[in-house]
């Protein structure tokens, strides 16, 4: 089952805008991770926040974790028609010989 | 740079047959995945090994086996293929640390199509 769930589904902006995603989880958590898959390729991982930490920038993106909400949020500023892709959130649960769960993903369009 | 490759981008198959992914990575990790991608399912995982000859089960392992008979290399099978496996499969590897996966890196993908 999908511990991980994106919000919204699709999300269009013009580029220079900022774009806001959001991924919410059920269980305790290690790590949080956010992926990026262009279309039909692999996925590439962008940035890693681990459960004691609150926020984490990375160049353009900024990635916040609440456990209390059990939610995340990714934000790319001064979004570019590069940034188009399907974003994914994914959870290292808490315990012993955990793995990574991916939600559903975010396609995010940035229009040139 | 951490290379993950995938034996092949495009597969066509029959259903019935016999089919072989490949996945080979360089940078000496412990763990390896298997995950197909459906649209509107995200990314489910199928197999995964955390060391050589070491196999353990997803969440749809249904279909499926795998084999790692070598660090860099790990194997999905699928024995009798059907059409219901028609999807991208997608491989990824990464490190050990003290108890935790932590960062992936993934292969292209082979998009497979079973008729």
């Known amino acids: 089952s999908q511990q991980g769930e994106e919000d919204p589904q699709a999300l269009s902006i013009q580029e220079g805008e900022n774009a806001t995603m959001n991924c919410s989880y059920k269980?305790?958590?290690?790590?949080l991770q956010w992926y990026r898959q262009n279309s039909g390729r692999g996925l590439v991982h962008l940035i890693l926040?681990?459960?004691?930490?609150r926020e984490k920038h990375s160049g353009r993106l900024r990635v916040t974790l609440d456990t209390s909400k059990k939610s995340s949020s990714l934000l790319i500023t001064a979004s570019r028609a590069a940034d188009t892709a399907s974003y994914f959130c994914?959870?290292?649960?808490?315990?012993?010989?955990?793995?990574?769960?991916f939600g559903k993903g975010i396609t995010l369009s940035v229009r040139p | 740079d951490v290379k993950v490759t995938q034996s092949s981008r495009y597969l066509v198959k029959r259903t019935g047959e016999k089919v072989f992914l490949e996945c080979v990575q360089d940078m000496d990790h412990e763990n390896m995945f298997w995950y197909r991608q459906d649209p509107g399912l995200g990314l489910r995982l199928i197999y995964f090994?955390?060391?050589?000859?070491?196999?353990e089960k997803g969440d749809i392992p249904e279909g499926y086996s795998v084999s790692r008979e070598k660090k860099e290399r790990f194997s999905l099978i699928l024995e009798s293929a059907s059409t219901n496996q028609t999807s991208m499969y997608l491989c990824?590897?990464?490190?050990?640390?003290?108890?935790?996966?932590?960062?992936?890196?993934f292969g292209p993908g082979t998009r497979l199509l079973v008729l």
């Open positions: 990824a590897s990464s490190a050990a640390g003290t108890g935790k996966k932590e960062t992936q890196y």
């Open positions: 269980t305790s958590i290690n790590n």
């Open positions: 090994s955390y060391d050589v000859k070491m196999k």
């Open positions: 994914a959870t290292d649960a808490s315990g012993a010989n955990s793995k990574l769960t």
């Open positions: 926040i681990r459960s004691n930490e």
